[in-house]
């Protein structure tokens, strides 16, 4: 005589996730008996839900390994969970640095980073920014140099709705929340007291490409620096570049081919010394010997180099995930313009004129 399955008495609640199905939001609400809506919340970090509600749906989700989808979240909300970052930096070394800060900030916490390389020298590159925004429904933008610049593409993010942050070499309006100020100019400042302590005074700069506002600070930094010393630095004495190592190789065939060459340089980035180096060391210049050198962003390559390279460090991960975390915090928090202070790193890369 077959034998008859008993009914099933369990409620709802009472029902795991069966195996290898992924856990949903209706299944946490099931199992916890609450509302999909009172989940929702939770997942969101909304301040309308209890405190043991909250520890208990939490509990849950760990329990049974529950993601929440950040493009479900996005439809929930009309904005997908994503932090854009911007930038159109030649520098490559500074743009990874950038976006490991800014997935610090973002480790955790929902959001997701995504990149949009662009040339802000072509027209229609505001337009392709909208359109970069509008699709991925952008939470918020991190503008880098150069893109962070531009006070049309900021007033652009403005007029849709999109929440941004920049990164400026120096503030505008020191109440704007939405600044990471570097002050390079007093990184470039230290820099120059440093040569003129060693004693030189036919000192030459190599300067980024100044459509770029941190080149303009750094160069404006370091000449009037000397300036005030009594020091003059030549036009001649002062080449421009483009933030890249062979840039950097040109400036320096320009300064070194003369009988009559600097006994210092300070370049505006670490690409740009290299660069140095690789023009002094084909023409026996001995460094810091006969030539002292200088660079701008302590990148890695600094310390690679050799000798090791003196460099203006800028904490540069740091300024990202500043940055990132203007982008997630609260409405309500306190807005003011963040700093990220440079400092020189002396290493070996100079030494007093002989």
Request: aromatic content about 6%.
């Amino acid at each position: 005589m077959a034998t008859r399955k008993p009914p099933d008495t369990s409620t709802p609640a009472d029902k795991p996730t069966p195996p290898g199905k992924v856990a949903t939001i209706n299944d946490i609400a099931r199992l916890a008996g609450v509302s999909k809506k009172t989940v929702s919340r939770i997942i969101n970090r909304s301040p309308l839900v209890h405190k043991d509600t909250r520890e208990k749906v939490e509990a849950l989700m760990r329990e049974v390994g529950y993601v929440p989808d950040p493009m479900a979240r996005g439809l929930a909300f009309r904005r997908a969970f994503l932090i854009g970052m911007v930038y159109d930096n030649p520098t490559a070394q500074y743009i990874v640095d950038m976006q490991y800060g800014a997935l610090d900030a973002l480790r955790d916490s929902g959001f997701e980073l995504v990149v949009h390389p662009c040339d802000t020298r072509s027209t229609g590159y505001i337009d392709g920014v909208r359109r970069f925004v509008q699709q991925q429904k952008l939470h918020g933008v991190m503008l880098v140099p150069r893109a962070s610049d531009d006070p049309a593409l900021a007033r652009m993010l403005e007029e849709i709705g999109c929440r941004y942050s920049r990164i400026v070499p120096v503030a505008d309006d020191p109440t704007d929340g939405r600044l990471v100020v570097t002050h390079d100019r007093d990184g470039a400042a230290e820099a120059a007291d440093y040569l003129q302590t060693l004693g030189h005074r036919d000192i030459a700069v190599i300067t980024g490409p100044l459509s770029y506002r941190s080149a303009v600070e750094r160069t404006a930094g370091f000449v009037e620096t000397l300036a005030a010393r009594g020091i003059g630095i030549p036009k001649a004495r002062i080449v421009e570049a483009g933030y890249t190592f062979e840039s950097g190789v040109v400036a320096a065939e320009k300064l070194l081919a003369g009988r009559k060459r600097p006994t210092a340089i300070f370049a505006e980035n670490d690409e740009m010394a290299a660069g140095v180096y690789k023009v002094a060391m084909r023409a026996g210049i001995n460094i810091p010997r006969d030539l002292a050198v200088i660079g701008f962003d302590d990148s890695p390559l600094a310390s690679r180099l050799w000798p090791s390279l003196t460099s203006v460090r800028r904490h540069t991960r740091d300024t990202g995930r500043i940055a990132a975390t203007m982008l997630i915090r609260a409405d309500g928090d306190a807005m003011r313009a963040a700093s990220v202070r440079p400092h020189l790193i002396v290493r070996d890369s100079c030494q007093p004129p002989r």
